[in-house]
């Protein structure tokens, strides 16, 4: 199948939807110039070939009282476990991604809870009780001073 090549109005349609992806179709067709329909239709084509893969709202957490966010850097006891171990973390609420990453960790996961002690407890009583896990690195964060969807350039 022939890779979908997308043009300048995708992009400016892409660009667009990931400002708000509540946007209606026909304000983002009058700023590029075009019909809604085009926009739908468009909007569509990408959708059919993977590049749009869904829309949703985005969250403060802090808001919400989730305060401490941890990146983890996970050794595993071995690399062939790393699918086993995916499953195991897929059911941690507080697990929010996984990277399956190539150098000194296999796995990093981005965890985000109320505290402190909410992350200590999640580490010993949920982590480490993963057996395929033979040890973590953690990295608090601090702040996010670049979070933004990817620029097509």
Known sequence: MKKYQIDSLDKRIIEELQKDARRPFLE????????????HQRVEKLKENGI?????????HKNLGYGVEVLLGVHLVNAKMVSKVVKRLEKFPEVVQTLYTTGNYALFIKIITRDIDHYHNFLVKKLQAIEEIRSTESFICLETPIDRDLELI
């Open 52 to 60: 749009i893969t869904g829309s949703k709202i985005s969250v403060d």
């Open 28 to 39: 983002i067709a009058r700023k590029c110039l075009v019909s809604g329909g085009t926009i």
